[in-house]
């Protein structure tokens, strides 16, 4: 199963732009790359998901490399509210999903 | 909205006890799982169901079994509960299968076997 890498935790200010980075280097050609985010004491919550375009919608956008080995979830602005674990996976045509131990994101006032 | 109901947030057992973890999703999906969740390890997939009285294994299935017998239902059983089973069990459904599928989490059930 393909596997990604994220740092363990970034820390960011209020209403400054979060790059959160992933690698996934053996990413195989029909692999959909997904961010879930997990606040405390809360299941995950779906943020954003693409294949080889840039994508955005109202909570994120997602800068994915042209050779799809990495990509980037962008949060424009943080909130405190934003704080959270962010969890990078690739989705395949199988369900058998890794959740590795994602990215735990603070946010400072 | 989806929305994706566990039945209890937190249960305390004795080992060798059998425990149901419940879980409804009111949303049509044909697909559902479960995961456990411990720290460090992120989020590993239990099983998993694509239709009623169908179920697949997922990447740690060992002293767990689930039951489908309606669509808005799955249910995770512990037959003999362990201390190595304490863990935090997340429950999700789809409405896509595979690449694409969006999942929609329940709030989880924290489990603690004595």
């Known amino acids: 199963d393909a596997k990604t890498t994220q740092p363990n935790s970034m820390e960011s200010n209020e209403e400054e732009p979060v790059h959160l980075p992933c690698n996934h280097s053996t990413i195989s050609g029909t692999d959909y790359i997904h961010w879930y985010r997990q606040l405390p004491s809360q299941g995950p919550e779906y943020v954003i998901h693409g294949l080889t375009s840039n994508v955005n919608n109202r909570m994120a956008s997602l800068a994915i490399a042209e050779d799809r080995k990495s990509s980037t979830l962008i949060l424009h602005r943080a909130t405190l509210r934003d704080a959270a674990v962010y969890y990078c996976i690739l989705k395949t045509s199988y369900d058998k999903v890794i959740f590795g131990p994602g990215t735990s994101l603070s946010v400072i006032p | 909205d989806v929305k994706v109901t566990q039945s209890s947030r937190y249960l305390v057992k004795r080992t060798g006890e059998k425990v149901f973890l419940e879980c409804v999703q009111d949303m049509d999906h044909e697909n559902m799982f479960w995961y456990r969740q411990d720290p460090g390890l992120g989020l590993r997939l239990i099983y998993f169901s694509y239709d009623v009285k169908m179920k697949e294994k997922g990447d740690i299935p060992e002293g767990y079994s689930v039951s489908r017998e309606k669509k808005e239902r799955f249910s995770l059983i512990l037959e003999s509960a362990s201390t190595n089973q304490t863990s935090m069990y997340l429950c999700?459904?789809?409405?896509?299968?595979?690449?694409?599928?969006?999942?929609?989490f329940g709030e989880g059930s924290r489990l603690t076997v004595l």
């Open positions: 999700a459904s789809s409405l896509l299968r595979g690449a694409v599928g969006e999942l929609f």
